[in-house]
Structures are given as C-alpha cells and as structure tokens.
C-alpha cells in the first residue's frame, strides 16, 4: 500500500483529531491545521502541526503558500468547522461573517492553493466534511445551513472543474456527532450510544474513501445516528 502525504484542518478536535489518529495508526504522514500552537493529543513521529486561525483568511493564504513550496500533499482532508445556533436577527455582522468564514469561505481560500498543487501532479484526494445540515435545514440553523449548503455546492462543482486532472472530491455528511462541538451549544445528542455517531466512525469512513481506486470517486456519503433524540439540558450530560 502507498502511503500518502496528508493535510487535515481542525486536527486539535473531534472528526479532525480523531482521522489523524488512524492515519498516524496506518502509517501516513499527517500535517494538521489548527489555530491551537500544540495538539498534545497527537504525538507522533509522522505528525506534524501547521498552526493556521481559519478566521484570518489573507494570513492562511500567505502560510499555506509558504507550505506548499517546501512540501506536496497527496491528500486534504477539510474538517475544521463550528456551529452557531439561533435566529438571524440574535447575530451580529461580524458574528455571520466569521461562521461563514470558518465554515465556509476557507475551504475555498485554501483549494485555491492546493488545486492547482494536485493538478500539477495529476492526482489527488479532497475531502470535506459537510453535514446533514447541508441537505435539510431545520430550526436555529440558519448560519450553519448557509455555510453548509454553500460547502456543498462548492464540492459539486469542484468536482466537476477537477475530475479530467485525477482529482477526487468527497463530502461526507453526517448527523449529530458526539464531539466537542456541541460544548458550547445549548443543545447535544441524548446520552445512549444509538443517538450519536462516533468521530472515530467518521474518521474510519474517511480511511476507506482514501484507499478506494483513482478512477472512482465517492461523491457523498450521508451518515445519520440510528436514532435521533437531542438532549436540551445540557447541564445533565
């Protein structure tokens, strides 16, 4: 098996961390994003940190242009995300730019270095982390929503632009994870195992796209919980 060059966003936590581990475990070279200057979690020979704050986007594009004159990647992994619930009218401007920031326009701002990357080796793997919020929007959604439908739009017609250049692009959409995002929310999945997937279930579902043959691409993947209870006292979990 060829071992690949990987870059992953939002390596410090939840489907990021927990997909650098198994690539770590399988051997691969990891470089991860994350506004953090340590992942404790992550001390490994073949890791390494390349600390960039997504909410700066003309820094990213400066630093990640710096990267990619000294190293080459096989594969970009885009897990770095948040969520902000609640009705418009609660957020401020400079809150709805920087959810959209984040969420969104990065993963646009960083593929505008790394295409061109693969494009010049002739193959390449991205892969995105959308949300089950990028196919329904429910309540209190609306920020996470925009962001996600945008994401999911960009990867379609990214798709299209890069499939005569070797270049795969997935998104993978899950329900409710039980991971550090819903820390700050007011709301997170009921406590029983069927009620949340694992990140680590995620991250194996990332491992499998990466080994699957050149000339197939996985367009999305939609993962649920078996069941969906949310649990809105958080205080009790």
Same mark, same amino acid.
């Given at each position: 098996?060829?071992?690949?060059?990987?870059?992953?966003?939002?390596?410090?936590?939840?489907?990021?961390?927990?997909?650098?581990?198994?690539?770590?475990?399988?051997?691969?070279?990891?470089?991860?994003?994350?506004?953090?200057?340590?992942?404790?979690?992550?001390?490994?020979?073949?890791?390494?940190?390349?600390?960039?704050?997504?909410?700066?986007?003309?820094?990213?594009?400066?630093?990640?242009?710096?990267?990619?004159?000294?190293?080459? +990647? /096989?594969?970009?992994?885009?897990?770095?995300?948040?969520?902000?619930?609640?009705? &418009? =009218?609660?957020?401020? !401007? *400079?809150?709805?730019?920087?959810?959209?920031?984040?969420?969104?326009?990065?993963?646009?701002?960083?593929?505008?270095?790394?295409?061109?990357?693969?494009?010049?080796?002739?193959?390449?793997?991205?892969?995105?982390?959308?949300?089950?919020?990028?196919?329904?929007?429910?309540?209190?959604?609306?920020?996470?929503?925009?962001?996600?439908?945008?994401?999911?739009?960009?990867?379609?017609?990214?798709?299209?632009?890069?499939?005569?250049?070797?270049?795969?692009?997935?998104?993978?959409?899950?329900?409710?994870?039980?991971?550090?995002? +819903? /820390?700050?929310?007011?709301?997170?999945?009921?406590?029983?195992?069927?009620?949340? &997937? =694992?990140?680590?279930? !995620? *991250?194996?579902?990332?491992?499998?796209?990466?080994?699957?043959?050149?000339?197939?691409?996985?367009?999305?993947?939609?993962?649920?919980?078996?069941?969906?209870?949310?649990?809105?006292?958080?205080?009790?979990?």
């Amino acid at each position: 098996e060829c071992l690949m060059k990987i870059l992953i966003s939002g390596a410090s936590s939840g489907i990021g961390l927990a997909t650098a581990r198994q690539l770590l475990e399988l051997d691969h070279e990891v470089t991860g994003i994350s506004r953090q200057s340590e992942t404790a979690q992550l001390d490994h020979p073949n890791f390494s940190l390349f600390q960039l704050d997504l909410n700066r986007l003309d820094d990213c594009d400066q630093k990640l242009n710096l990267l990619l004159k000294e190293h080459s +990647f /096989d594969c970009f992994i885009h897990c770095a995300g948040y969520g902000h619930f609640g009705s &418009i =009218e609660q957020f401020s !401007v *400079a809150q709805i730019d920087r959810a959209i920031r984040v969420n969104l326009t990065s993963a646009l701002v960083l593929c505008r270095l790394l295409v061109p990357m693969f494009r010049r080796q002739k193959q390449g793997k991205l892969i995105f982390i959308g949300s089950e919020s990028a196919l329904n929007a429910g309540k209190k959604g609306v920020l996470y929503s925009a962001a996600k439908f945008g994401l999911r739009g960009f990867c379609q017609a990214l798709r299209e632009d890069c499939a005569k250049d070797g270049i795969g692009v997935s998104l993978v959409n899950p329900g409710m994870v039980r991971s550090p995002f +819903f /820390d700050e929310q007011s709301f997170a999945p009921a406590s029983q195992p069927e009620n949340a &997937i =694992e990140t680590g279930d !995620v *991250a194996k579902l990332i491992c499998q796209v990466l080994q699957t043959s050149a000339n197939i691409v996985i367009d999305e993947i939609n993962l649920s919980p078996r069941v969906k209870s949310i649990d809105f006292s958080p205080k009790s979990r």
